[in-house]
């Protein structure tokens, strides 16, 4: 039952495909740090291969048909793919679906304030963080700023060699007896997560002169003022690029790689992908890490009301067509597992845990404990994915996100099986899992890819 190493199996060619894959990857890392960045990048990519607005078809009352391409965009943070088959679209759709969200902090709507003549920005962290990992890292910051009159600002500070850092300060260690005794989720606090943003008085004033100071320098900088603040989508990230990691450059290190790692295998399976009969589906979403929620998130009506439009397009929308497509679907949920850890050996299984070069991973269920939370994929869809990997020559093994009672967590896959549809969760194992800078495998990755290409064209 033991995996074999990818490694071992690869020749001077598929060496040279994975380097290709893992250097777009290391681009596509560093320009999407944030949502919006991620669908600025997917939105060219696709309109270069020929993909449409979905708007674009409503509005000027276009029939769809097989082989189209479509995309539908949600508030520039969720987007999701078609490529439309031969087979009507009512016998279903083979659905990639992964998250291009990721734990960072986020700016509060009143940040900026002053202390000890320092200015500050206040955050608010964004899922599931060590918070003690995010002190004395460089950090950037991108988003957006709305002004009042619809203008959007965007910004991103911080990755450029000739742009100052931000970060978040830690007390030294010559005075931090108390705070060493401290539980590891208290010894830096949530509302202690400040970024430090500035230290020179305007001259002149008295009261708040480096907060003032900030405030003009962002005025003549962005054109915003303070109460601009109210109307932002700021998110804190580390600051600096993709790497390969290893002597051996068999790995790569990076923020963001949850999920963006599936995001991104996914989506070029998915433009790989030309001629199909039974329409394939590429869905990348928000919100996956607090819960899946709001109008970005995959609970949302976004898929299924991207679906509908799509139907109707092809004149054969009806309630129970729509049902039938969405129960008929299948679906690999593709999000990454925890990577075992041999100097954490205690949290893991070793038998049931996902290991570095030994290819994508499938998880049957995930949850806790008692796989509560969890979409727990049936014994006849797991032997129908074992026979696409095997025919294809994919990599592959299974994994449970750790020991039984030691934690869990949760995906997008229990959303889409409320439909009815197949539903499994697969992707890349990744070691330092939601910490600045997490680690994956090339291997992991390559395989990832040929497995959700694979899927598309197979499942």
């Known amino acids: 039952m033991e995996r074999q190493n990818a490694w071992k199996t690869y ?8 380097e290709k894959l893992c250097k777009g990857y290391r681009e596509f890392l560093d320009k999407g740090k944030t949502e919006r960045e991620c669908i600025k990048e997917i939105i060219k990519a696709v309109e270069e291969k020929g993909y449409i607005n979905l708007a674009d078809i409503i509005k000027e009352k276009k029939t769809v048909k097989a082989g189209d391409k479509i995309y539908n965009i949600c508030m520039d943070k969720t987007v999701a793919l078609f490529n439309i088959g031969t087979k009507p679209v009512e ?17 509060k709507q009143n940040p900026l304030y002053e202390k000890g003549d320092f200015a500050y920005l206040d955050t608010h962290y964004y899922g599931g963080i060590k918070k003690y990992q995010w002190v004395t890292l460089p950090l950037a910051i991108h988003g957006v700023v709305v002004k009042k009159d619809g203008t959007v600002i965007d910004i991103s500070v911080g990755e450029d060699k000739e ?26 606090e949530g509302e202690n997560l400040d970024i430090l943003f500035g230290s ?20 003549e900088k962005y054109g915003m003022d303070e109460e601009d603040f109210l109307s932002a989508e700021l998110e804190v990230v580390p600051a ?14 990076s923020y963001g790689q949850d999920d963006r790692v599936c995001a991104y295998t996914s989506l070029v399976a998915m433009l790989e992908i030309d001629k199909v009969e ?14 899946s929620v709001g109008a970005t998130g995959m609970r949302s009506m976004f898929f299924e009301n991207t679906v509908a439009e799509i139907l109707n397009a092809m004149g054969d929308y009806n309630d129970i067509a729509l049902r039938r497509c969405l129960a008929a ?30 290819g994508v991973v499938f998880c049957k269920f995930t949850g806790s404990r008692g796989k509560s939370g969890s979409n727990d994929a049936n014994a006849e869809y797991m032997a129908a994915i074992r026979n696409i990997m095997d025919n294809n020559n994919i990599c592959f093994q299974t994994a449970e996100l750790g020991k039984v009672d030691v934690g869990g967590g949760g ?21 330092n899992m939601h910490a600045p800078w997490e680690v994956t495998s090339k291997a992991d990755i390559y395989e990832a890819y040929k497995c959700y290409k694979a899927f598309l064209r197979e499942a």
């Open 11 to 18: 020749d001077e060619n598929s060496l040279n495909e994975l």
């Open 91 to 107: 016998e279903g759709i083979n659905i990639l679906g992964a998250h291009i969200d990721s734990p960072r902090m986020d700016i």
């Open 163 to 188: 742009d100052p850092v931000f970060g978040v300060t830690d007390l030294l260690i010559h005075l931090a007896g108390e705070q060493m005794e401290k539980k590891a989720n208290k010894v830096i």
């Open 200 to 219: 020179i008085p305007l001259k002149d004033e008295e009261k708040d002169a480096v907060k003032k100071n900030v405030v003009k320098i962002i005025n």
């Open 240 to 253: 600096g690029c993709a790497r390969d990691a290893g002597i051996d450059r068999s790995m790569i290190m």
């Open 278 to 291: 039974k329409t394939t589906c590429c869905l990348l979403t928000d919100k996956e890490e607090i819960g």
């Open 329 to 358: 679907s299948r679906m690999l949920s593709s999000d990454v597992n925890a990577a075992y850890d041999p100097l954490f050996d205690s949290a893991f299984d070793k038998n049931n845990a996902s290991y570095f070069g030994r």
């Open 411 to 431: 995906t997008i896959a229990y959303i889409l099986s409320l439909y009815g549809m197949e539903v499994i969760d697969c992707g890349v194992a990744v070691l």
